[in-house]
């Protein structure tokens, strides 16, 4: 399999900063909305260059949805961005009514997203996000790993007809995905392979989960990663092709176990062929300030424990 390498780390956000960039160039039905958060979106470029195509709301995410929702009778694309807390919880019923149950073409794009958010803390942070957006009928819901792979799922998205959720990250995280790598929503991509066990990872967990194999390759267990970046519509084939090989799973995400990936797998899982899970993910319970990597290790968000709970998994099989 192909070796993926750091090639110098960069923050998620920054690469939807340079999709909106390149999308404001190449078509001209897309228009950015902001609550309030310009520079942390990274809408510099796009304001700059095109500001008609550009509506700062202010602190107003709920009417941000609802301007969003309307500017798509108009056959725009517009893309809205905030923290994702406030991209979600706060204006839940908006999306529900005014995007999904109305199946308008706005894309919900969300920075800031899990733990990571670091030192504003758990009203802030949201680790509930996915379980909300991928439950609302006819939302995709997509969450980058890196710098390269958030540039191209801005760029898809503006392609695709219907309600987005694209979430990705504050901190500095390595950037390993190829530049050319093609994004295809709902399109798993398998960055390792190996028979003893399957690690599906997402978001800021992918690089551990690769990491994590490292380890475990050295000590002769041969694991295969799978990166998740589109949890709805989920990849079943490309899950159970893997796990008829591997016969257990270990799910990797920086969210709550509860509604996130993890789940979404086990439904998989449970449908076709049921087999040893086990989970890396926060476990039910809110964030807390610190900074990223602190909050990383306390939560068991890391290489160290995938390694642990591939171990549990691998004890589990028949």
Not at 280 to 299: H, N, W
Request: proline share 4%; charged share 20%.
């Amino acid at each position: 399999m192909k070796k993926y390498t750091n090639t110098g780390s960069k923050d998620t956000r920054s690469g939807f900063g340079v999709g909106m960039t390149e999308l404001g160039k190449k078509n001209e039905k897309v228009v950015a909305l902001c609550a309030d958060l310009i520079g942390s979106l990274k809408f510099d470029d796009f304001k700059k260059n095109h500001p008609e195509r550009f509506f700062q709301i202010g602190i107003a995410e709920a009417n941000m949805i609802g301007i969003a929702a309307g500017l798509t009778i108009g056959g725009k694309i517009p893309f809205t961005g905030t923290f994702a807390n406030f991209s979600t919880g706060r204006v839940y019923d908006q999306i529900r009514q005014s995007v999904a149950y109305s199946e308008k073409n706005v894309k919900i794009c969300a920075s800031h997203a899990g733990l990571t958010l670091g030192e504003d803390g758990a009203t802030h942070q949201i680790l509930e996000d996915i379980g909300l957006m991928k439950m609302l009928p006819g939302m995709t819901v997509i969450n980058t790993c890196d710098h390269n792979q958030t540039k191209a799922a801005t760029l898809a998205i503006a392609d695709y007809h219907g309600p987005v959720y694209l979430r990705f990250g504050r901190p500095v995280v390595p950037n390993f995905m190829p530049s050319d790598e093609p994004f295809v929503i709902g399109k798993a991509i398998v960055l390792n392979e190996g028979t003893d066990v399957t690690i599906i990872a997402t978001g800021h967990l992918v690089w551990e989960a690769l990491l994590a194999a490292e380890v475990l390759e050295a000590e002769g267990i041969s694991a295969e990663v799978i990166n998740i970046h589109t949890i709805k519509p989920l990849d079943e084939e490309a899950i159970l092709k893997s796990v008829a090989k591997t016969g257990c799973v270990v799910t990797a995400e920086e969210h709550n176990y509860l509604g996130g990936l993890g789940e979404s797998v086990s439904g998989v899982l449970v449908r076709n062929n049921p087999l040893p899970q086990e989970f890396v993910a926060v476990q039910d319970s809110f964030g807390e300030s610190g900074t990223p990597e602190q909050l990383m290790e306390k939560y068991g968000l890391n290489a160290e424990t995938i390694v642990k709970v591939t171990k549990k998994a691998l004890s589990r099989k028949k």
